[in-house]
Structure formats: structure tokens, C-alpha cells
């Protein structure tokens, strides 16, 4: 399975009952995701399953979005009907191309068949498909044997020994402006501005108008305007975990790999002892 369907592509696939559907959409200033789950009671793909970001976190920290545990994680897909060798589509609702964050989670913790619908709903509704409304059926719970996402991660101590080593590149998907430290943080005591030595690549950056990827040669250029070297190891940081795996996928439809800091700057903005820099 490609790692990006077309809705006309995913359409072929809705009567293959290998097929799984994962609605990923997370919403800012959203808590505890209710509007995210009633835009998929409004409306979702059939078949679709909400895949709840918002609860997919480690409970026991303040951060927003940090991974959950390999127990907390299959323990929520198994309650999906989603197991580990199942071919796995995921879609979203939301500005922040979230499903992409459900794409590295789900292939961090070791699912390996994972897609993502190419313009989410929006342009599976623009290419007149159709969709259901309402909660969605229990289905019958999956197999998910979930491994160890480590080596997918880089934690606080990581990034800050990194900055001494510069063994990984860190680009950061925020705004420019939040970037730059030139506009306030959206989360109490977070100050505002960039890791020292990390470079800038908006995620935005790497769609076209209609909210569809880029391919190709024009994405490989937004991160080659960016300074981004595929020659040397990456990672993808933003204000929490989200946006970062935006990066992590369009690496991956380059052919290359990109580890991600979940802790973002929600938790070296927020840190006493982390340098942050500006301009």
C-alpha cells in the first residue's frame, strides 16, 4: 500500500476487509478533543474509526502530547479493532494535517502498513464520496503488539546533549514567527523562541492551495530551502508533537527517515535550564 492514497484510491480499498480507517483529527485550543469527536460524529469516511489523539498521551506528565506507553497504546488500538499487521489508512479534519501524527505513532509502536489519505476529508467530499454520521460501531478488538518507540524519539537530555555534538540536525515546523520569538507562546509560561541551532520549515510549507502534499521535486525543495541536509540525521521539533510528524512524513515520501522531539518547545520553552534563542 502506498504510503499516500488518493480518495479515489482509498474508495477502491473501502470493501477490503483488511482495510482499517483512522479518523486523527486534533484541533488547537480543543481540551479533552470534544470538538474533534463531534466533527466526526458530523461526518467521517465509512467505516472510520476516531483515533482519539487527545487521550493518546502519557497521563502522567503535564506536557500536552507525549507518548504514551506501549501498554496505553495498544490497549487504545485494540479497542479500535486495529492490530499490528493490519493495513491502516489515516485522514484528519484539521489545519494541522494531523493524521500525520497518527502515521508515526502508529509505525512508531510497530505497525509497518500505515497510509495517509491525501487531502484528508476535504477532498474525499470534493471528489463526491460518501460519508456517515454518528458514532461509529464497536468493532470487534484487534491484536496490536506494540514495541518500544525509543528509537523513533529523542527526549529532553538527548536534544540538550545534541547541542553540544550537533550530531542531528533539528528543524523546527512552527511559524515563522513563533520561530523567531517575534509573537507570545499559546501556553502559560512557555517563552517564546527556537532552540539554539535548529532551523525553520513550516509545516504548512510542504502542501499545495487545496490542502493536498506536495510531491516530488516541489517538496524536496521546500525542505532544500529550508537547509535541510537528507545526508546527515534529523530531527523534527514544534510547540508539541503534532506538526513535528508533518515533517517526519513528507521526509518519508522522500525516501528518508526523521525522529521527532514529542517534548517540542512546550517543554524546552517551559524549561529553567534550556537556552533559547532568537531572531
Keep these: 500500500m502506498d504510503a499516500l ?7 477502491a480499498l473501502l470493501d477490503d476487509p483488511g482495510i482499517r480507517l483512522l479518523d486523527a483529527t486534533h484541533l488547537l485550543g480543543d481540551p479533552g478533543g470534544e470538538q474533534s469527536r463531534r ?37 487504545a488500538m485494540a ?20 493524521a500525520a501524527r497518527g502515521w508515526w505513532m502508529l509505525r512508531s509502536f510497530g505497525a509497518a502498513n500505515v497510509a495517509i489519505l491525501d487531502g484528508g476529508l476535504a477532498a474525499w467530499q470534493a471528489a ?27 527526549t529532553l537530555a ?47 510549507r510542504l502542501f499545495e492551495p487545496d490542502g493536498r502534499w506536495k510531491r516530488g521535486e516541489a517538496l524536496a525543495a521546500a525542505f532544500a530551502e529550508a537547509g535541510v541536509d537528507f545526508d546527515r540525521p534529523i530531527v523534527a521539533t514544534c510547540g508539541s508533537g503534532i506538526t513535528a510528524t508533518v515533517l517526519a512524513f513528507g521526509a518519508h515520501l522522500l525516501g528518508h527517515a526523521m525522529v521527532v522531539y514529542d517534548g517540542g518547545w512546550a517543554e524546552w520553552g517551559s524549561h529553567p535550564d534550556t537556552p533559547k534563542a532568537k531572531d
Design 128 to 154: 463526491g464520496l460518501p460519508i456517515e454520521q454518528g458514532a461509529a460501531p464497536a468493532p470487534a478488538p484487534g491484536r496490536f503488539v506494540a514495541h518500544p518507540p525509543a528509537a523513533h524519539l529523542r
Design 158 to 204: 538527548q536534544m540538550q546533549a545534541n547541542l553540544a555534538s550537533d550530531a542531528e540536525q533539528v528543524i523546527d515546523a512552527r511559524s515563522p514567527a513563533r520561530f523567531a520569538g517575534a509573537e507570545p507562546e499559546p501556553r502559560a509560561g512557555v517563552i517564546p523562541g527556537h532552540i539554539p541551532g535548529s532551523q525553520n520549515l513550516h509545516y504548512a
Design 39 to 75: 466533527l466526526f460524529h458530523d461526518g467521517h469516511i465509512p467505516g472510520a474509526r476516531f483515533m482519539d489523539l487527545d487521550h493518546l498521551v502519557d497521563p502522567d506528565t503535564s506536557l500536552p502530547m507525549m507518548m504514551p506507553s506501549p501498554e496505553r497504546f495498544a490497549a
Design 5 to 11: 492514497l488518493t480518495p479515489q484510491a482509498l474508495a
Design 79 to 98: 479497542d479500535l479493532g486495529i492490530g499490528t499487521d493490519d493495513r491502516i489508512v489515516v485522514y484528519d479534519q484539521s489545519p494541522l494535517h494531523s
